[in-house]
């Protein structure tokens, strides 16, 4: 598995300055799985939102996000300052606790 960094803005000006940037990290066997699973984690995270997107249509839609900029690895810790991002991240289930 590939893990990648995605710093991200909403798409919508108005959830941008509600719900703020924030960065997924996801892991996939190509980029396009990991990005998948990014939205995936991002439409989780955000269940209460409602956002009418699903994880295919999440990236660039109308109440999505866009992509700043990705990166291979992860580099959140090394890129943002977590005042000013939320970072998502996939919750570990390799030692079966969850977390």
Known sequence: MQTYTFICEWSDYMA??????????AEGADYREAEHKA??????HYASREIAET?????????GAVHVVDFYGDVSADLVDRDL????????TQNGTGI
């Open 85 to 92: 991002y939320e970072i998502i991240r996939e919750r570990s």
């Open 39 to 44: 939205a995936e984690m991002v439409l989780d």
């Open 16 to 25: 941008d300055l509600l719900d703020g940037r924030f960065v997924v990290v």
């Open 55 to 63: 994880p295919e249509s999440f990236w660039g839609g109308e109440s």
